[in-house]
């Protein structure tokens, strides 16, 4: 029934507008995020059938989280509701160079903390389900939340359902040592792996001499059908040049190189896994799902929030050629 | 050193404009609260010397409360700060009859909630203070912040330095019964009893046929030199009839009823701790208490925010009569 | 599979903030509205399965509406999407006494216009709903919409489906006399009639000594098995009483009156329509019908939009008991 | 070729949203204002032909001042425009009672205070005008422009062009003693007297059993064709009864009273000033003139900023009978 | 009596801020557009006397767009009011490279549509005009509309009066081979075409080797006094380089070529041609007009909103030499 | 007691949002600012004692300008409250290449211009003071306020307290000519010179090959123990190259260069300031003096307002090494 099921914390963003530090803000702006949440809008937004699985409190921080995904037409009727627990939160000030972006998060104590194996209906909810996405976020916010991850790894692998993973390195909640433990053990399940240099070197350990050459190591040591890998490039806050890479079946596709102008790059690395998927599953076409993926993702950084607002006919035209200033 | 020490945990406030709702929110204002630091700046907004002993957590949400509590001239040197811990939330949605305005508070896991006896030096802080000001939110958010209580009241006693109580029943933090065993041992500590008829009844279990009399029962159980007691009249969330009396040495003033418009009640409660204390402490003068109390108390309605940015020209400029509708 | 189907335009509402006029403002606040949509969004909000029918120009501000009603719970699967025509808007400024709140359409031309009888799928639609929900505006925008919902109505009654009408005379889109022509060919089909004095009065041209004997001339020149009316009293712009009475198996049953402050009464019909079918259909029980029908809307004029934010919790409370200043 | 020219100073006004006090804000509105303008703006926006005559600093805030007259339709051909000196600037605070809205003046050193006699050409603008509008503000602000007050009082006289005067008291500018002394010389040259019973005590030291007998007391005294009196009943920042009545002839008018909600009341007097001129001058009819006047102002109160956004539709509407809640 | 009249459609713009989406957006800025208006504008800011003559409905809408041209000194005694029809609109959103920049029409059935001839009084308000501005978008709105222009277009030729045009092709209006033929049949009555390759390219079917080249065949081909050409270089959304060039009395003038960050490039073309003629119509100074043109549409890229809000003084500074980055 | 006192106005600035201009404006944030507050701001949030002195007028604004100082941690007992004159302002536009940024003072009037000798008690503030900062704004004001400067210098020297001076030409309040001569006057007092080459050109008439040069130059003719220049390099109102280089005992060192993108580039150059004093006089150290001040300012550009809301870890981590485009 779903194209694709999502599973990992929901979270609200608080953000002040125009560049301002939180110090010195007198209100923020509100947008939901939580990558996986993200892949799961991106993918409903490209058309595919969507669930997103998780656990969030029931008071108006949790419903404003499932109402805003319902919104871009997320089946949301799997999401535990828990009496207990908080939402999780994280505060983000936009940077300007030579100030980085900043992310405070506030999620200790989430209800999504509190998941553990047992509370998922995982056999009904993969049962015709073409894919799972997972990040490594969700198995490091607690140890009942990667206890509860592995179950749904068992549950696909049961199902038949295809595993994808980004790897999604955060520093802030677990260290590479505990995340290359954790992460290692579920490589064995995942069948569509995306990541970056970065992540790839800090959890696993691994690098090459460039994203093809690694990504090449992945597909070598890990059982995964696709290893994609997106590249950033740029020292600037505001622009950078965006691509990325597929390796599958023993060959490599490269992307176009954009070059983006970033109003707010928080969830780009979400919106190529929605791509990739919305451009691949439907007929396995690797390349298909490498333009979409960075093309979709590109598009992300020219809008405020973690979501990508845009739709197929965006990407259609931006992989139709050079867009002009105004479209009118 | 101090006219007033007042200790308690400081809170970011996130409410949406002009009576949304959170699930509808697109964006939320921040301000600064928590009972005994809306005490604090009231104080000092009125001209008293002021410090606020809290813990905060050392982080831009933390430094966000403390930078506001001095921007109104509040010494806030006595602060821990604490490298764990969250800084306490609380989400308000203002109502209109016949939805009352609406509190979700997410303070769980914070930074004061860890905070224990011995992380703070009393003695010095109290040395040469006039008066501490408690509530009975403190006590209720951790058995070790309830325990750091009875250490400040031990302290101020060993100082001579007068205690201020608001009673101020919470009853999202706990339940009457253990309200009622925590603050009823508090009591013995009390020079300045602040309540309200609801309060007193739910936590103390006291009722009265009025005020007054209620008053005078505390006044007779408890060995506290003053009772003052505020009153709210009517069922509308935008207006109220506001008064207070106060009994002390075996007599009751009562206040001048006000009747007032509604912009936001929050903190109201506090407005008068503040403007009492700071018409009493001077020259322990009752009936200056009750009218500064009140009065400050009836402007907080009028603006925004747990704070009341009023000051004493406006106080004195109520209490000289009647306002025209435009000063110019 | 439903159990409230509500068929009707869907609008974006543009509205100048603080009691603007259109002339001085330079920003609006978008909301959605319809009368019929904000039924749907009130009846899901209340709990029930219930789907909105319409048809939107597949353009940015199509997606919008349908994109807000997927955020309440909507299903939106049955909108018809049109490549012609544009969304319908309407322009509000609020309004404080003597200024009356005011409406500027600007709906000539939209998609929905254009809707003929066999765009829609009634037979699988209302194959297993327990209501159809209609207003009189539906009718009133344009010919082949009226047909169109003569189409609904045949179909509604060729699966036992139950209709329900509010007549909401809209005096800028028809006269009186079109109206009662229109509607009055309406009410053999209709078995839960929600309606106004004034409104029965101009389209219907009947009048009573009051709303208890104005229902009882409804329910008797009319086959419907319930006939509920409203009341608001007072001439200011900010305050009302708020009121309703029911007319079903020749009783008459009457709420309770509430006393509001008005933040936005556009929509308030419309909520009292949800909460009655939603206090109603369950198990036909006219005083709960009543109640939370009456409760519900009483609670809309307190927040911005047509849509009320209020759920099943609100109107409990409120059920309860008087609610306090603040929750907390 | 002009209906009416008004004499006196531009201003902008700053003020915070939502009731917030000055020292809280991070923000302010922008709006002009001026007694003067504001006449010269309802004058206009009620269908007459109309100048205002003042002086401009050329920087972008007297720019702004010109701009939103001429948005108006106001004639601004006759401004001087200075290089030296400011734009004139006041900060308003709204109130809530029992917290009055307060001005806080910051005109000190505008280019408006030099003006002085010789700079504006009177003989040409009043030459085919038929009332000039002056107020008591002007010959308050300088020495000079009180000269200039005088100079534009005797060119009216020279060209038979009627003077209407609004007292319009400012305490902050002037004392009761060096008003009434200026004022009292203007009175000999007015035509149309507008005031109140609270300017008239202070300014011209008249007082009276009330408002009727008083206008027949400055009748009697002064020249005048017409004295119009206005009045403001209620205690409360939010909500009064206004009403006014008018003497000539020997007669008395009085007006209806209305229940007004107060959005925002600065220019209320101002507006009436407003509808009586452009209700009274086309055909010298008093009841129109009151029925205009307090009707326009009674709708001022209904919007932000000193300017009424209402037209004579408006008015109309408002005279044709009680308004319903919503107009659509 | 003018130098410039302007004919064509006004509008109202809706666009969300900081690059929002239209589907995200809870509020949208109000601007007023439309090329010929915008044109108007800048004659009117840069001193000359400007007329803008259009067909609005009477409504508020309506009431600002023609409100805020008198803002601006445009002479707006000329509009047809209308009480049939609505007033166009159109929404936009500001976009980010590689997301262009988009705008969303929503004209259908504005009253300026159903404008014909005979409704304009051409022979008065262009018998003492200097130049009448037209652009290729009126002719495309309406069949209507398009013979408006063209009885425009002879009693200009009658009056003497010279014809500007600006090409302006509108994909979303019509089609390359209408806008030609239409178009085509106006270019004998121009005296001064404004255009871009790309527009000429598409509508009258020209290329050329480079724009000068191109200024040449046009020339060549149509009996224009002027032939002005504008260039946009680079694919960013957010910055370009602008330029243009004139070809007039067999002669080219190149412009400098200006670096310009884009906060919002809506408006550049009209700002162009606002001082194209602002330039050049006094004393016909093709060089002056280049200049200015260029410079003063440079400075439009820097501020939101179609309308340029710079002036005579800004275009001196910018000619004078390189702007330092804060002014003071 | 103090490590740096700042002495000079503060001021409130006015600015609109998003790159409009103040004629478009319909609302302006607003800020604190001047030159030595920015400075004082500085050091205190990079951790050292700080003492502001200044003269505010007793209103909201003068408050506002207070509270906000001491917000910061600044120290605000030593301000004279003055019943006369009004809070200096100025009005900010901000630009986008080629349109400069742009301000427009209104400080004429300013209770800080009536300040004179005797009115500070220098020997108290500056008694145990180790560095007393000035700019050359403040003896531009007025010529009691170039006195008093003159009486702190001499208190400086007597009570051994180090001067530090930014010479901040402002050509809004005098010529060069006068700047000269006083600052010139002013040199012989001062121990830290912050300059610019553009600032030392205009105002002593020094020029060299390059900033090192001059520096030379200045440390020459001039006793100061230091002497810095910063460097902007880049016509671009929104990036630039930023750096700067410090001459101290017959050494140069010079600071690596940032390139940063500009969000509000007001206040770097005190930004420059503050981080030099925090970075140099704890241990009299050039290098970490440049390091700091050159870090410190360049993150300054990134956020809005004239204050630097960054503190000593942002400084370490940009010190640290290149950021990442997001901190999580």
């Not at 390195?169 to 569509?192: F, H, N, Q």
């Not at 890990?222 to 079946?249: D, F, I, N, Q």
Request: proline share 4%.
């Amino acid at each position: 029934m779903y194209d694709v099921v999502a599973f990992g914390e929901g979270l609200v963003r608080l953000s002040p507008a125009h560049f301002q530090r939180l110090e010195q803000a007198g209100r923020v702006d509100l947008h939901i995020g939580g990558a996986e949440l993200n892949v799961a809008v991106g993918v409903s937004r490209l058309g595919l059938r969507t669930a997103w699985v998780s656990k969030l409190p029931d008071n108006p921080l949790g419903r404003m989280i499932r109402n805003k995904a319902r919104e871009q037409g997320v089946v949301t009727d799997h999401i535990c509701w828990s009496e207990e627990g908080r939402a999780g939160l994280y505060f983000l000030e936009l940077g300007a160079t030579p100030r980085p972006t900043s992310v405070t998060y506030d999620r200790t104590g989430s209800a999504f903390c509190s998941l553990k194996p047992g509370e998922i209906d995982w056999e009904t909810i993969l049962g015709t389900a073409k894919c799972l996405h997972l990040t490594g976020i969700t198995p490091a916010v607690s140890t009942s939340a990667a206890e509860a991850t592995f179950e749904a790894l068992e549950a696909a692998r049961a199902q038949s359902c295809k595993v994808s993973l980004d790897l999604n390195y955060r520093a802030k909640l677990w260290d590479p040592e505990s995340a290359g433990r954790t992460l290692g053990a579920m490589m064995p399940y995942v069948d569509i792996l995306i990541t970056t240099a970065g992540d790839t070197r800090t959890i696993l350990g691994l690098t090459a001499a460039d994203d093809a050459e690694l990504a090449g190591v992945l597909a070598e040591r890990y059982p995964c059908e696709v290893v994609a890998v997106t590249h950033r490039e740029g020292a600037s806050v505001w622009k950078c040049r965006w691509s990325g890479l597929v390796r599958a079946k023993g060959q490599t596709v490269t992307s176009k190189v954009y070059e983006v102008d970033i109003v707010d790059q928080v969830g780009r690395g979400d919106a190529f896994a929605a791509g990739f998927l919305a451009g691949y599953l439907p007929a396995e076409d690797i390349a298909r799902g490498l333009d979409v993926g960075i093309a979709f993702s590109a598009l992300k950084h020219s809008m405020p929030g973690d979501i990508n607002w845009c739709d197929q006919r965006d990407v259609d035209a931006l992989l139709a050629g050079p867009a002009p200033g105004v479209s009118r």
